[in-house]
């Protein structure tokens, strides 16, 4: 059974702080994503990986960055948050181009005061 | 620009009722379809998916109707249950080799008892 964690459910920031939120998979997935939920929005793509140590971005990249040091792990970096990135966080992975399937963490709810 | 337009953006219906979702497309490159079911607090997770090769998919009481000259399809469910309320997101994916989906922006269905 696949697993997409995510560290944490809820969180809370001050504006400026440096925010770190991580995923895990277990299922030694190739494709890797960072989505943004909103209500009325939808879910909006952030960035993406195809690989370790290989990102793309994704429609709304402004403010966020990426890491892929292991497989297993991808990390979304607000550098300087601010309040309009308060936000549900999902996370997801995907195993291979011939299955679009993606398999999502539970999210993090995160707000920026 | 929205590639993906979803409605209604709410649905109520009793139990035992069809509610209906309709989703529009406008990139005739994407070529798999699905839909996502969203419990509170939960991440999405795939229902149900159809490629454009096909009119209807049915899995149990979820069916996909795909109209690819109008760019439209749409999620029925048969003697919808008060468990099946929750918020549906229909995507599209075009053979990209990352898998990345272009979401809706949702449809909050509430079943009543």
């Known amino acids: 059974d696949v697993k997409v964690t995510q560290s944490s459910r809820y969180l809370v920031k001050r504006t400026g702080e440096k925010v770190f939120l991580e995923c895990v998979q277990d299922?030694?997935?190739?494709?890797m994503f960072w989505y943004r939920q909103d209500p009325g929005l939808g879910l909006r793509l952030i960035y993406f990986?195809?690989?370790?140590?290989?990102?793309e971005k994704g429609d709304i990249p402004e403010g966020y960055s990426v890491s892929r040091e292991k497989k297993e792990r991808f990390s979304l970096i607000l550098e300087s948050a601010s309040t309009n990135q308060t936000s549900m966080y999902l996370c997801?992975?995907?195993?291979?181009?011939?299955?679009?399937?993606?398999?999502f963490g539970p999210g993090t709810r995160l707000t920026v005061t | 620009q929205q590639q993906v337009k979803q409605s209604p953006q709410s649905l109520i219906v009793q139990k035992g009722g069809i509610p209906i979702i309709n989703c529009a497309y406008e990139n005739t490159a994407f070529d798999y379809f699905p839909w996502y079911q969203q419990f509170p607090g939960k991440g999405p997770a795939l229902l149900i998916a159809i490629r454009p090769d096909v009119s209807e998919k049915k899995e149990g009481r979820f069916t996909i109707s795909f109209n690819k000259s109008a760019k439209q399809f749409s999620l029925h469910i048969m003697d919808s249950q008060p468990g099946d309320s929750a918020t549906y997101f229909c995507?599209?994916?075009?053979?990209?080799?990352?898998?990345?989906?272009?979401f809706g922006k949702g449809t909050m269905l509430l079943v009543s008892p």
């Open positions: 299922m030694d997935h190739e494709n």
């Open positions: 990986s195809y690989d370790v140590k290989m990102k």
């Open positions: 997801a992975s995907n195993g291979s181009p011939e299955s679009y399937e993606q398999y």
């Open positions: 995507a599209a994916s075009k053979n990209s080799g990352y898998s990345t989906l272009t």
